[in-house]
């Protein structure tokens, strides 16, 4: 099905005025969010997520835990109205079931869940727009919640979807873009360097899936940076209402507490 | 009444900011890593090496991988020796032996309560851990096992301290002390546990008659104030009193101090100030100078106004 | 609703202030506030109309409230013979886990079944039906959906989703749509446009239906306008929802979760103010065990009459607010290109 769009047009202009490499906006929103223990507001471009992070926590459901780490629980909701067709999606649809597991198996290595034995760490994603790159807001989304909320992680997780227009490979596909051209998502962790997630629904030439893995290497990085300063921007700014104290007390852990 | 308001364009605390990107791109990398070895007060966060693990043994916030040790939370770096940790800016309730807590009783099973306490499993609380009426030596009996909802049933309120860890980290609670057990007479605050230091007395008294117990892991409990002498004497312990859901007759001001103060903890947690006595104390003066209504506090530009009084006094 | 338990003793706390002759609410509220109420419409750039909603948010740092976001799509339907041929209108509440953090996924689905039940009821009720759904009679029509997405409760749930689908529906705009028509002659083809004039007409704009056999069909097409459409015809008549948590002799407004969990007993009362002289009762519901008798009720239906007319007219004035907000913000953003 060809689109009456051109995706790639001569002058190197992709359909919404973009370069081939160049990325969507980026926002950013950690501010606390109901009850969550940790929350992040996150949109690339048009797609916005919300992910609001509890725990670790008791298990709702004994039969879930495990006597040496923590359960990792991932539910997504896709809000009907987030694509241009309304969708409801029930909670049970088999496409909702594995967009969380592919999340939970993102995470499951990298959040170090053996600190919490028989506790549950629930991770609930809440999609409000959809306009390309679902998964990989979702993941970015949920990285910054985990952080937010304090869990212990070895590194962040920074996702980014690319795809290839012939031979040009692009960056950050919008739906326009994903309905039409071959595209993967891929998932770095930065400071280790390595790449744990990768997914592909479509056929895509061996070399140009090569090129394709690198160029979101790089832009996994940049992504990096962003998350990681928004992260600092955020405890920047509580740690200095908190103030000295935060630093100096805990020297005095070990004084008696006299009731 | 009503009244609306607008979201803010703009969170304060928020990062939004719009940035286009190039292909081409600048390598401005924050440099947080010292040279010399892991300086304090510097925020980090995941996967930042803090610094040789040669030199340094981990801590609590930290992994070693290759022979570095990593940051694995946000938060600021701490040294003590040759100790390296991270304290996370946000976190979950960590307790430790001996810290007062407040929890819920979420589950009564054989011979112990599940509590919930804010942290990452649930408390236990013995049914050997508490003070049964009858005297304090007194031994325990089948007919108690049978009758444990009539000391916490599901939902209460209770004040404990942390007794032991069990195997699996989980921690255990007792209220063998008069100063502990059932709450009542007042209404529950949450707020991160962050905000709440270890303090001298974590029972604290202000003079509008309002008694207010800062619990380690976040929950505090406001209430009318007791007289100490009701609860003096190991003798004096009094088991329907101790057991039960009755409140006190409140008077009106009462009421309203513990929701002034109530509020209060709300305004100075939403700006993530610490709590402590002297600034509880400092704060509920200055809106009592200010002859306001207790539902003022919940305007922002109030909240704003308190927490800059009370902070330039510090 | 009560996500988590409460003990007798704050329970009995909590109604002790409320029924005192001086009446006191934990937050010192007095018993006909609300809780301050952020609303901003527009925010859902791929629906039809929208809305975000919250009651109760701490103002520095945004956590806690009530939050909801509405969205309206429309859909069109082709209709079968003798269906009812003015759009039908289909609202659909979904809770997020998040707000639910101690719910099992099954009692969350129950609850969001109960709150889609009571706002289907109201919403899709002919009364209240706008007259601008149809598209070509007896055959396409609009499906008006309404959906509402709880990302937080923190008490007071039912205001929040009338309020914000009210916001919704208010921002909604139905696409305008010219009605293209063909008829057989008897001696040849021709096509004849109606509902425009004659020269509008295109050949191509018709999906490919087969007019062989046919001795007419009808299409429509969508002219290009400026704007987005028409906003829903009578949208001053969407309802209002004030819950009065009934603790006799008192009653209050917009509980929080632990009030909730302390008075056993609300009344839901809709009110639908097609003249701000005269409204009508759009629904009407006990939640809760209890009873109250029937001069009692009939106080309380007045006493909410007159609550909601005074959110109805703030609600009102704040929608206006956002339509001139948002004109604004499009001409600066149209000035700055």
Same mark, same amino acid.
């Given at each position: 099905m060809g689109s009456r769009?051109?995706?790639?047009?001569?002058?190197?202009?992709?359909?919404?005025?973009?370069?081939?490499?160049?990325?969507?906006?980026?926002?950013? =929103?950690?501010?606390?969010?109901?009850?969550?223990?940790?929350?992040?507001?996150?949109?690339?471009?048009?797609?916005?997520?919300?992910?609001?992070?509890?725990?670790?926590?008791?298990?709702?459901?004994? @039969?879930?835990?495990?006597?040496?780490?923590?359960?990792?629980?991932?539910?997504v909701t896709v809000a009907s109205f987030s694509t241009g067709e309304r969708r409801k999606r029930l909670r049970g649809d088999k496409r909702i079931l594995?967009?969380?597991?592919?999340?939970?198996?993102?995470?499951?290595?990298?959040?170090?869940?053996?600190? $919490?034995?028989?506790? +549950?760490?629930?991770? $609930?994603?809440q999609v409000l727009q959809q306009d390309?790159?679902t998964?990989?807001?979702?993941?970015?989304?949920?990285?910054? &919640?985990?952080?937010?909320?304090?869990?212990?992680?070895?590194?962040?997780?920074?996702?980014?979807?690319?795809?290839?227009?012939?031979?040009?490979?692009?960056?950050?596909?919008?739906t326009l873009?994903?309905n039409?051209?071959?595209?993967?998502?891929?998932?770095?962790?930065?400071?280790?360097?390595?790449?744990?997630?990768?997914?592909?629904?479509?056929?895509?030439?061996?070399?140009?899936?090569?090129?394709?893995?690198?160029?979101?290497?790089?832009?996994?990085?940049?992504?990096?940076?962003?998350?990681?300063?928004?992260?600092?921007?955020?405890?920047?700014?509580?740690?200095?209402?908190?103030?000295?104290?935060?630093?100096?007390?805990?020297?005095?852990?070990?004084?008696?507490?006299? $009731? | 009444?009503?009244?609306?308001?607008?979201?803010?364009?703009?969170?304060?605390?928020?990062?939004?900011?719009?940035?286009?990107?190039?292909?081409?791109?600048? =390598? &401005?990398?924050?440099?947080?890593?010292?040279? #010399?070895?892991?300086?304090?007060?510097?925020?980090?966060?995941?996967?930042?090496?803090?610094?040789?693990?040669?030199?340094?043994?981990?801590?609590?916030?930290?992994?070693?991988? #290759?022979?570095?040790?990593? &940051?694995?939370?946000?938060?600021?770096?701490?040294?003590?020796?040759?100790?390296?940790?991270?304290?996370?800016?946000?976190?979950?309730?960590?307790?430790?032996?001996?810290?007062?807590?407040?929890?819920?009783?979420?589950?009564?099973?054989?011979?112990?309560?599940?509590?919930?306490?804010?942290?990452?499993?649930?408390?236990?609380?013995?049914?050997?851990?508490?003070?049964?009426?009858? %005297?304090? +030596?007194?031994?325990?009996?089948?007919?108690?096992?049978?009758?444990?909802?009539?000391?916490?049933?599901?939902?209460?309120?209770?004040?404990?301290?942390?007794?032991?860890?069990?195997?699996?980290?989980?921690?255990?609670?007792?209220?063998?002390?008069?100063?502990? %057990?059932?709450?009542?007479?007042?209404?529950?605050?949450?707020?991160?546990?962050?905000?709440?230091?270890?303090? *001298?007395?974590?029972?604290?008294?202000?003079?509008?008659?309002?008694?207010?117990?800062?619990?380690?892991?976040?929950?505090?409990?406001?209430?009318?104030?007791?007289?100490?002498?009701?609860?003096?004497?190991?003798?004096?312990?009094?088991?329907?009193?101790?057991? @039960?859901?009755?409140?006190?007759?409140?008077?009106?001001?009462?009421?309203?101090?513990?929701?002034?103060?109530?509020?209060?903890? +709300?305004?100075?947690?939403?700006?993530?100030?610490?709590?402590? =006595?002297?600034?509880?104390?400092?704060?509920?003066?200055?809106?009592?100078?200010?002859?306001?209504?207790?539902?003022?506090?919940?305007?922002?530009?109030?909240?704003? &106004?308190?927490?800059?009084?009370?902070?330039?006094?510090? | 609703?009560?996500?988590?338990?409460?003990? *007798?003793?704050?329970?009995?706390?909590?109604?002790?202030?409320?029924?005192?002759?001086?009446?006191?609410?934990?937050?010192?509220?007095?018993?006909?506030?609300?809780?301050?109420?952020?609303l901003?419409t527009g925010v859902a750039p791929l629906a039809n109309g929208s809305a975000k909603l919250?009651?109760?948010? #701490?103002?520095?740092?945004?956590?806690?409230?009530?939050?909801v976001v509405a969205a309206t799509k429309l859909e069109v339907e082709t209709l079968e013979e003798g269906a009812v041929d003015k759009g039908r209108v289909v609202c659909t509440v979904t809770c997020s886990?998040?707000?639910?953090?101690?719910?099992?996924p099954n009692a969350v689905e129950d609850l969001q079944y109960d709150l889609t039940t009571v706002i289907n009821q109201t919403l899709a009720h002919p009364s209240l039906h706008p007259g601008n759904l149809r598209i070509i009679p007896g055959r396409k029509s609009w499906l008006l959906n309404v959906d509402l997405v709880v990302l937080?409760?923190? %008490?007071?749930i039912y205001d929040a989703l009338f309020m914000a689908a009210r916001a919704a529906l208010w921002d909604t705009k139905v696409p305008r749509t010219r009605f293209v028509q063909f008829k057989a002659r008897k001696g040849g083809v021709d096509n004849v446009g109606k509902g425009g004039d004659g020269m509008d007409v295109h050949q191509d704009v018709t999906s490919g239906f087969d007019t062989r056999g046919a001795h007419s069909a009808a299409d429509f097409e969508l002219p290009d306008y400026w704007d987005e459409g028409e906003v829903l015809d009578g949208r001053d008549r969407w309802p209002i929802c004030i819950t009065?948590?009934?603790?006799?002799?008192?009653?209050?407004? =917009?509980?929080?979760?632990?009030?909730?969990?302390?008075?056993?007993?609300?009344l839901l009362l809709v009110f639908s103010f097609a003249s701000i002289e005269v409204p009508t009762i759009q629904a009407m519901r006990f939640i809760?065990?209890?009873?109250?008798?029937?001069?009692?009720l009939?106080?309380?239906i *007045?006493?909410g009459q007159?609550?909601a007319a005074?959110t109805f007219?703030?609600l009102q004035?704040?929608l206006k607010?956002e339509d001139?907000?948002?004109?604004?913000?499009?001409?600066?953003?149209?000035?700055?290109?």
């Amino acid at each position: 099905m060809g689109s009456r769009i051109e995706i790639l047009n001569e002058a190197g202009f992709r359909s919404d005025g973009r370069r081939q490499h160049e990325l969507r906006d980026l926002n950013i =929103d950690l501010s606390r969010h109901g009850e969550a223990d940790g929350s992040a507001l996150i949109s690339h471009g048009l797609t916005q997520v919300l992910v609001s992070v509890h725990g670790p926590r008791e298990a709702k459901m004994r @039969s879930h835990t495990f006597h040496d780490r923590a359960n990792i629980n991932v539910e997504v909701t896709v809000a009907s109205f987030s694509t241009g067709e309304r969708r409801k999606r029930l909670r049970g649809d088999k496409r909702i079931l594995e967009f969380a597991a592919t999340i939970k198996a993102t995470f499951e290595p990298v959040i170090r869940t053996s600190l $919490y034995p028989r506790s +549950q760490i629930d991770i $609930y994603i809440q999609v409000l727009q959809q306009d390309g790159g679902t998964l990989q807001t979702c993941i970015n989304g949920t990285t910054l &919640a985990l952080i937010n909320a304090g869990i212990p992680m070895t590194d962040f997780v920074c996702a980014i979807s690319g795809g290839v227009h012939s031979t040009s490979p692009m960056l950050d596909l919008t739906t326009l873009e994903e309905n039409d051209i071959p595209h993967v998502t891929v998932a770095v962790m930065p400071k280790a360097k390595k790449v744990v997630l990768v997914t592909m629904e479509t056929r895509l030439h061996v070399d140009r899936f090569e090129e394709i893995l690198n160029l979101a290497r790089d832009a996994g990085s940049i992504l990096h940076r962003e998350m990681k300063e928004a992260v600092l921007n955020r405890s920047i700014s509580l740690v200095s209402t908190a103030g000295p104290a935060q630093l100096r007390e805990k020297g005095e852990d070990d004084m008696n507490v006299d $009731y | 009444m009503i009244s609306f308001t607008s979201f803010p364009t703009q969170p304060e605390d928020a990062y939004r900011t719009v940035r286009r990107y190039n292909d081409d791109e600048d =390598d &401005a990398m924050m440099d947080l890593d010292d040279e #010399n070895g892991p300086s304090s007060s510097k925020l980090t966060c995941p996967g930042e090496t803090l610094t040789s693990s040669h030199d340094y043994m981990r801590g609590h916030g930290t992994y070693v991988d #290759n022979d570095e040790v990593i &940051a694995s939370v946000t938060g600021t770096i701490e040294r003590v020796n040759r100790l390296v940790t991270v304290r996370p800016v946000n976190s979950r309730y960590n307790p430790e032996i001996g810290d007062l807590v407040v929890g819920r009783i979420a589950e009564v099973q054989p011979r112990r309560w599940k509590v919930d306490a804010n942290s990452r499993q649930d408390a236990i609380l013995m049914l050997s851990s508490v003070n049964l009426p009858g %005297g304090v +030596q007194r031994r325990k009996l089948e007919s108690d096992e049978l009758q444990m909802r009539t000391f916490f049933e599901e939902g209460d309120l209770l004040v404990a301290e942390v007794q032991a860890f069990f195997a699996d980290g989980a921690m255990s609670l007792h209220t063998r002390s008069l100063k502990y %057990g059932k709450l009542r007479n007042g209404q529950l605050v949450i707020v991160p546990p962050v905000l709440v230091r270890r303090l *001298k007395s974590h029972f604290l008294t202000l003079p509008c008659n309002v008694d207010i117990i800062l619990a380690l892991n976040g929950y505090i409990w406001v209430s009318k104030h007791i007289k100490q002498i009701e609860q003096e004497g190991e003798l004096g312990f009094d088991a329907e009193a101790v057991y @039960s859901n009755q409140n006190d007759r409140i008077d009106s001001s009462t009421r309203s101090a513990i929701a002034r103060v109530a509020n209060i903890i +709300q305004i100075l947690a939403s700006h993530f100030i610490p709590l402590t =006595d002297t600034l509880l104390l400092e704060a509920y003066e200055w809106t009592m100078e200010q002859d306001s209504d207790v539902k003022t506090l919940l305007q922002e530009d109030y909240g704003d &106004a308190l927490v800059a009084a009370v902070v330039s006094k510090e | 609703m009560a996500s988590s338990h409460i003990s *007798k003793a704050e329970s009995s706390y909590i109604q002790a202030g409320l029924t005192s002759k001086d009446p006191q609410r934990l937050d010192g509220r007095n018993l006909g506030d609300y809780r301050a109420v952020a609303l901003e419409t527009g925010v859902a750039p791929l629906a039809n109309g929208s809305a975000k909603l919250n009651i109760g948010r #701490n103002p520095h740092n945004g956590s806690g409230g009530t939050e909801v976001v509405a969205a309206t799509k429309l859909e069109v339907e082709t209709l079968e013979e003798g269906a009812v041929d003015k759009g039908r209108v289909v609202c659909t509440v979904t809770c997020s886990p998040a707000a639910y953090p101690h719910l099992s996924p099954n009692a969350v689905e129950d609850l969001q079944y109960d709150l889609t039940t009571v706002i289907n009821q109201t919403l899709a009720h002919p009364s209240l039906h706008p007259g601008n759904l149809r598209i070509i009679p007896g055959r396409k029509s609009w499906l008006l959906n309404v959906d509402l997405v709880v990302l937080a409760d923190a %008490g007071n749930i039912y205001d929040a989703l009338f309020m914000a689908a009210r916001a919704a529906l208010w921002d909604t705009k139905v696409p305008r749509t010219r009605f293209v028509q063909f008829k057989a002659r008897k001696g040849g083809v021709d096509n004849v446009g109606k509902g425009g004039d004659g020269m509008d007409v295109h050949q191509d704009v018709t999906s490919g239906f087969d007019t062989r056999g046919a001795h007419s069909a009808a299409d429509f097409e969508l002219p290009d306008y400026w704007d987005e459409g028409e906003v829903l015809d009578g949208r001053d008549r969407w309802p209002i929802c004030i819950t009065l948590n009934l603790v006799p002799p008192n009653h209050f407004l =917009d509980a929080t979760t632990s009030e909730e969990s302390a008075v056993p007993l609300k009344l839901l009362l809709v009110f639908s103010f097609a003249s701000i002289e005269v409204p009508t009762i759009q629904a009407m519901r006990f939640i809760g065990t209890g009873e109250t008798s029937s001069p009692e009720l009939r106080q309380l239906i *007045k006493e909410g009459q007159r609550y909601a007319a005074d959110t109805f007219k703030a609600l009102q004035s704040k929608l206006k607010a956002e339509d001139v907000r948002r004109n604004q913000k499009t001409r600066e953003l149209f000035a700055s290109r």
